[in-house]
Protein backbone atom coordinates (compact mmCIF):
# COMPACT_ATOMS: atom_id res chain seq x y z
CA UNK A 1 0.00 0.00 0.00
CA UNK A 2 1.24 3.41 -0.92
CA UNK A 3 -0.02 6.83 0.38
CA UNK A 4 1.10 10.48 -1.12
CA UNK A 5 -0.19 14.02 -0.82
CA UNK A 6 -1.48 14.22 -4.60
CA UNK A 7 -3.85 17.45 -5.81
CA UNK A 8 -3.95 18.45 -2.00
CA UNK A 9 -5.27 15.06 -0.41
CA UNK A 10 -3.63 12.04 0.62
CA UNK A 11 -4.47 9.39 -2.15
CA UNK A 12 -4.25 5.69 -1.53
CA UNK A 13 -2.79 3.65 -4.70
CA UNK A 14 -1.09 0.57 -5.70
CA UNK A 15 1.32 0.70 -8.82
CA UNK A 16 2.53 -2.60 -10.04
CA UNK A 17 3.98 -4.10 -13.62
CA UNK A 18 5.46 -2.99 -16.22
CA UNK A 19 4.04 -1.73 -20.09
CA UNK A 20 1.08 0.64 -21.18
CA UNK A 21 -0.40 1.97 -17.84
CA UNK A 22 -3.93 0.78 -16.98
CA UNK A 23 -5.60 3.34 -14.63
CA UNK A 24 -8.64 1.08 -12.25
CA UNK A 25 -11.00 3.76 -10.66
CA UNK A 26 -13.64 2.14 -8.52
CA UNK A 27 -17.15 2.88 -7.54
CA UNK A 28 -18.88 4.70 -5.03
CA UNK A 29 -18.86 2.64 -1.19
CA UNK A 30 -16.23 0.43 -2.84
CA UNK A 31 -11.88 0.61 -2.92
CA UNK A 32 -9.29 -0.23 -4.81
CA UNK A 33 -9.11 -3.76 -2.94
CA UNK A 34 -11.85 -4.96 -5.47
CA UNK A 35 -9.66 -4.78 -8.56
CA UNK A 36 -7.00 -7.70 -6.45
CA UNK A 37 -8.54 -10.37 -9.15
CA UNK A 38 -7.30 -7.99 -11.72
CA UNK A 39 -3.66 -8.09 -10.50
CA UNK A 40 -2.43 -10.50 -12.97
CA UNK A 41 -2.91 -8.23 -16.03
CA UNK A 42 0.75 -6.59 -14.23
CA UNK A 43 2.31 -9.37 -16.32
CA UNK A 44 2.09 -7.05 -19.55
CA UNK A 45 0.40 -3.91 -17.91
CA UNK A 46 1.49 -1.10 -15.45
CA UNK A 47 -1.53 -1.67 -13.28
CA UNK A 48 -2.68 1.34 -11.15
CA UNK A 49 -5.76 0.84 -8.46
CA UNK A 50 -6.22 3.85 -6.32
CA UNK A 51 -9.02 5.07 -3.67
CA UNK A 52 -10.94 8.14 -4.21
CA UNK A 53 -11.64 10.59 -1.96
CA UNK A 54 -13.53 9.45 0.98
CA UNK A 55 -12.93 6.11 0.36
CA UNK A 56 -10.35 3.41 1.69
CA UNK A 57 -6.87 4.94 2.57
CA UNK A 58 -7.57 8.11 0.76
CA UNK A 59 -8.46 11.41 2.53
CA UNK A 60 -11.89 12.38 4.15
CA UNK A 61 -11.95 15.91 4.42
CA UNK A 62 -14.70 17.78 6.75
CA UNK A 63 -15.12 19.88 4.01
CA UNK A 64 -18.30 18.84 1.53
CA UNK A 65 -16.83 21.32 -0.68
CA UNK A 66 -13.69 18.73 -0.93
CA UNK A 67 -15.62 16.35 -2.67
CA UNK A 68 -16.58 16.65 -6.33
CA UNK A 69 -16.39 15.91 -9.92
CA UNK A 70 -13.54 18.10 -11.01
CA UNK A 71 -11.78 17.28 -7.96
CA UNK A 72 -12.02 13.81 -8.85
CA UNK A 73 -10.40 14.46 -12.12
CA UNK A 74 -7.79 15.97 -10.63
CA UNK A 75 -7.04 13.06 -8.30
CA UNK A 76 -6.42 11.21 -11.41
CA UNK A 77 -4.54 13.46 -13.40
CA UNK A 78 -2.08 13.78 -10.24
CA UNK A 79 -2.27 10.02 -10.40
CA UNK A 80 -1.15 9.53 -13.80
CA UNK A 81 1.74 12.16 -13.32
CA UNK A 82 3.05 10.17 -10.00
CA UNK A 83 2.91 7.06 -11.91
CA UNK A 84 4.87 8.53 -15.25
CA UNK A 85 2.01 7.67 -17.26
CA UNK A 86 1.12 10.28 -20.29
CA UNK A 87 -1.70 8.20 -20.99
CA UNK A 88 -3.49 5.09 -19.73
CA UNK A 89 -6.37 2.81 -20.61
CA UNK A 90 -9.43 3.95 -17.84
CA UNK A 91 -10.95 1.39 -16.75
CA UNK A 92 -13.68 2.49 -14.14
CA UNK A 93 -16.72 0.50 -12.12
CA UNK A 94 -20.27 2.47 -11.85
CA UNK A 95 -18.89 5.92 -9.90
CA UNK A 96 -15.85 5.02 -11.81
CA UNK A 97 -17.00 4.42 -15.09
CA UNK A 98 -18.70 7.69 -15.22
CA UNK A 99 -15.83 9.84 -13.86
CA UNK A 100 -13.88 8.23 -16.66
CA UNK A 101 -15.77 9.25 -18.93
CA UNK A 102 -15.63 12.51 -17.85
CA UNK A 103 -11.57 12.64 -17.68
CA UNK A 104 -11.50 12.06 -21.19
CA UNK A 105 -13.99 15.26 -21.95
CA UNK A 106 -11.53 17.23 -20.59
CA UNK A 107 -8.15 15.30 -21.27
CA UNK A 108 -8.46 13.38 -24.36
CA UNK A 109 -5.10 12.96 -25.04
CA UNK A 110 -4.15 10.84 -22.38
CA UNK A 111 -6.68 8.65 -22.85
CA UNK A 112 -5.99 5.28 -24.91
CA UNK A 113 -9.21 3.38 -24.12
CA UNK A 114 -12.01 3.31 -22.29
CA UNK A 115 -13.69 0.27 -20.27
CA UNK A 116 -16.62 1.18 -18.67
CA UNK A 117 -18.16 -1.38 -16.42
CA UNK A 118 -21.50 -1.83 -14.92
CA UNK A 119 -21.77 1.84 -15.54
CA UNK A 120 -23.44 4.59 -17.31
CA UNK A 121 -23.27 8.00 -18.91
CA UNK A 122 -25.78 10.35 -16.29
CA UNK A 123 -29.16 11.85 -17.54
CA UNK A 124 -29.92 14.29 -20.00
CA UNK A 125 -33.33 14.96 -18.78
CA UNK A 126 -33.84 16.83 -15.94
CA UNK A 127 -35.75 14.75 -13.88
CA UNK A 128 -34.31 11.43 -14.01
CA UNK A 129 -31.42 13.45 -13.12
CA UNK A 130 -33.12 14.45 -10.14
CA UNK A 131 -34.59 10.99 -8.93
CA UNK A 132 -31.00 10.04 -9.20
CA UNK A 133 -29.50 12.51 -7.18
CA UNK A 134 -32.39 11.85 -4.64
CA UNK A 135 -30.95 8.22 -4.86
CA UNK A 136 -27.33 9.53 -3.84
CA UNK A 137 -28.69 11.64 -0.79
CA UNK A 138 -30.85 8.61 0.80
CA UNK A 139 -27.21 6.56 0.52
CA UNK A 140 -26.13 9.85 2.13
CA UNK A 141 -28.14 9.85 5.16
CA UNK A 142 -27.90 5.79 5.61
CA UNK A 143 -24.59 6.06 6.05
CA UNK A 144 -24.51 9.16 8.05
CA UNK A 145 -27.35 7.32 10.16
CA UNK A 146 -26.53 4.38 10.68
CA UNK A 147 -22.67 4.21 10.00
CA UNK A 148 -20.07 1.85 8.44
CA UNK A 149 -20.72 -0.97 10.07
CA UNK A 150 -24.20 -0.87 7.38
CA UNK A 151 -21.73 -1.96 3.84
CA UNK A 152 -20.87 -5.02 5.76
CA UNK A 153 -24.40 -6.53 4.40
CA UNK A 154 -23.77 -5.00 1.09
CA UNK A 155 -22.38 -6.59 -2.41
CA UNK A 156 -18.95 -8.18 -2.42
CA UNK A 157 -17.05 -4.68 -3.93
CA UNK A 158 -18.40 -2.71 -1.45
CA UNK A 159 -18.33 -5.03 1.80
CA UNK A 160 -14.60 -5.98 1.07
CA UNK A 161 -13.68 -1.90 1.74
CA UNK A 162 -12.29 -0.89 4.66
CA UNK A 163 -13.55 2.75 5.21
CA UNK A 164 -12.52 5.56 7.92
CA UNK A 165 -14.82 8.04 7.74
CA UNK A 166 -18.96 7.30 7.61
CA UNK A 167 -19.15 11.82 6.86
CA UNK A 168 -16.99 11.10 4.09
CA UNK A 169 -18.45 8.89 2.10
CA UNK A 170 -21.92 11.02 2.90
CA UNK A 171 -20.18 14.43 1.22
CA UNK A 172 -18.73 11.82 -1.25
CA UNK A 173 -22.00 10.93 -2.45
CA UNK A 174 -23.60 13.89 -2.41
CA UNK A 175 -20.57 15.51 -4.17
CA UNK A 176 -19.31 12.86 -6.62
CA UNK A 177 -22.19 10.36 -6.84
CA UNK A 178 -24.89 13.17 -7.51
CA UNK A 179 -24.61 14.77 -11.07
CA UNK A 180 -24.93 18.44 -11.67
CA UNK A 181 -25.08 18.69 -15.83
CA UNK A 182 -25.95 16.44 -18.71
CA UNK A 183 -22.68 17.21 -20.78
CA UNK A 184 -21.74 13.44 -20.48
CA UNK A 185 -24.56 12.22 -22.17
CA UNK A 186 -24.67 14.72 -24.71
CA UNK A 187 -20.57 13.82 -26.04
CA UNK A 188 -21.11 10.43 -25.58
CA UNK A 189 -21.33 10.01 -29.52
CA UNK A 190 -18.17 11.89 -30.19
CA UNK A 191 -15.94 9.66 -28.15
CA UNK A 192 -13.11 8.70 -30.18
CA UNK A 193 -11.65 6.04 -28.69
CA UNK A 194 -11.67 2.64 -28.66
CA UNK A 195 -14.61 1.69 -26.00
CA UNK A 196 -15.81 -1.48 -24.56
CA UNK A 197 -18.72 -1.74 -22.44
CA UNK A 198 -18.64 -4.69 -19.62
CA UNK A 199 -21.61 -5.88 -17.78
CA UNK A 200 -22.75 -8.60 -15.44
CA UNK A 201 -25.72 -10.64 -17.17
CA UNK A 202 -27.56 -9.73 -13.87
CA UNK A 203 -26.67 -6.49 -13.08
CA UNK A 204 -30.44 -4.96 -14.34
CA UNK A 205 -29.69 -1.30 -13.09
CA UNK A 206 -27.03 -0.94 -15.76
CA UNK A 207 -28.10 -3.38 -18.49
CA UNK A 208 -29.32 -0.83 -20.34
CA UNK A 209 -26.84 1.88 -20.01
CA UNK A 210 -24.39 -0.50 -21.19
CA UNK A 211 -26.26 -0.92 -23.90
CA UNK A 212 -26.62 2.75 -24.53
CA UNK A 213 -23.29 3.40 -24.05
CA UNK A 214 -22.28 0.44 -26.88
CA UNK A 215 -24.68 1.73 -29.45
CA UNK A 216 -23.71 5.52 -28.91
CA UNK A 217 -20.05 5.26 -28.70
CA UNK A 218 -18.36 4.61 -31.96
CA UNK A 219 -16.90 1.24 -32.98
CA UNK A 220 -17.81 0.90 -29.10
CA UNK A 221 -17.86 -3.78 -28.06
CA UNK A 222 -20.10 -5.06 -25.51
CA UNK A 223 -19.36 -8.08 -23.73
CA UNK A 224 -22.06 -9.12 -20.62
CA UNK A 225 -20.99 -11.99 -18.19
CA UNK A 226 -23.54 -14.54 -17.91
CA UNK A 227 -24.62 -15.00 -14.35
CA UNK A 228 -22.86 -11.95 -12.71
CA UNK A 229 -23.65 -8.63 -11.27
CA UNK A 230 -22.58 -5.52 -10.16
CA UNK A 231 -19.29 -6.93 -8.82
CA UNK A 232 -18.66 -9.35 -12.44
CA UNK A 233 -14.51 -8.63 -11.90
CA UNK A 234 -14.98 -10.13 -8.53
CA UNK A 235 -17.23 -13.36 -8.61
CA UNK A 236 -16.61 -14.22 -12.29
CA UNK A 237 -12.66 -12.77 -12.45
CA UNK A 238 -11.94 -14.83 -15.92
CA UNK A 239 -14.41 -14.22 -17.74
CA UNK A 240 -14.23 -10.10 -16.59
CA UNK A 241 -10.14 -10.87 -17.26
CA UNK A 242 -10.03 -12.62 -20.62
CA UNK A 243 -12.36 -9.53 -21.84
CA UNK A 244 -10.23 -6.75 -20.52
CA UNK A 245 -7.06 -8.37 -21.64
CA UNK A 246 -8.15 -9.10 -25.00
CA UNK A 247 -9.41 -5.68 -24.90
CA UNK A 248 -6.48 -4.11 -24.27
CA UNK A 249 -4.37 -6.63 -26.87
CA UNK A 250 -6.08 -4.97 -30.13
CA UNK A 251 -5.22 -1.43 -29.01
CA UNK A 252 -2.06 0.13 -30.89
CA UNK A 253 1.11 0.16 -29.27
Known amino acids: MT ?13 SGDGPAVLFTHGYQASRVMWKPQAELADAYTVITWDLRGHGDSGTPDDPAQYSHDLMLGDMVALLDTAGADEAVLVGHSLGGFASLRF ?15 SGPGYR ?8 NEMAERFASS ?45 IAEIAVPTLVLIGGEDKAFIGSSEYMAK ?38
Do not use: C
Not at 104 to 117: A, K, M, N
Not at 150 to 159: D, F, G, K, M, P
Not at 174 to 179: F, T, Y
Open 216 to 253: KIPGASLVVIEGAAHAANMTHPAEFNAALRGFLETLPA
Open 104 to 118: YLDHPERVRGLVLFG
Open 143 to 187: VETKGLEILQRASQEVSSANHRSAKALAHASRGMLAQQDSRVMDA
Open 3 to 15: TATLNGIEIGYDI
Open 125 to 132: DAEARGKW
